[in-house]
């Protein structure tokens, strides 16, 4: 799951980033109205945490111009402003949900999961391929019970896939939904996390490849035999 923190206090976007990273979420971080504008227009996110008060561009502005051009992204907005006339104002301008600073980093994660869990109303709670599970909403991976020791992206990809079974995706696809813009590594990282996964289901007693290479295309989710 990708999210876009909108926030211009470095002493919120450092907890905040830190603690989603974390729960297996990709963060990325713009510090104005308008860098966030920008990356919208570029790029899809699962879930957009706004605050009201930034430079270039406001919360609430940006907000309306975003439902105005028909985003359906799930949007948290942050203020420091505790009064019934912001917290309408910020709704009525789009807004899923409003969380008040200064705020619990466990109260900011659980209406992350709300809104995700809304805008997924027809997936399943619980992710599968034959006897693989995937949790997402504790990040356990089990194949006929146990308990799988995947690293964090590993995880995602493995999620990933599983959300999408019937679509193919190429490295830079891949890389563009997996990885933060600003850590984005070389193609040749997704090929060295798909084998690195792919080994681990295999010890785990998977005996054919989850995640089916199509050459010269991408990757995709193996049809279940």
């Known amino acids: 799951m990708k999210i876009l923190v909108v926030e211009d206090d470095e002493n919120i976007i450092i907890p905040i980033e830190e603690y989603l990273d974390e729960q297996n979420y990709i963060v990325e971080i713009a510090s104005d109205g308008q860098a966030a504008r920008e990356f919208l227009d ?8 706004l605050d009201i008060m930034l430079p270039k561009l406001d919360g609430i502005s940006l907000c309306q111009q975003l439902r105005a051009n028909g985003c359906k992204t799930p949007i948290l ?100 939904h997996l990885w933060a813009m600003d850590q984005i590594p070389e193609e040749a990282t997704v090929k060295a996390h798909i084998s690195s996964l792919r080994q681990k289901l295999k010890t785990a007693g998977l005996e054919s490849d989850v995640i089916e290479t199509v050459y010269g295309l991408g990757y995709r989710l193996k049809e279940f035999p």
Do not use: N
């Open 42 to 49: 570029v790029f899809d996110y699962d879930l957009i945490v």
């Open 77 to 176: 907005m942050l203020t420091a402003r505790d009064t019934i006339k912001d917290r309408v104002k910020g709704l009525d301008a789009g807004a899923d949900d409003y969380l008040i600073k200064p705020f619990d980093l466990e109260e900011l994660s659980a209406r992350v999961r709300a809104l995700l869990r809304r805008g997924e109303t027809s997936l399943p709670p619980i992710l599968s391929w034959g006897e693989l599970c995937v949790d997402p909403s504790s990040c356990e991976v089990t194949y006929q019970q146990q308990v799988l020791s995947l690293s964090p992206k590993e995880y995602r990809l493995l999620e990933f896939f599983l959300r999408h079974p019937r679509r193919m995706f190429s490295r830079s696809q891949l890389l563009d």
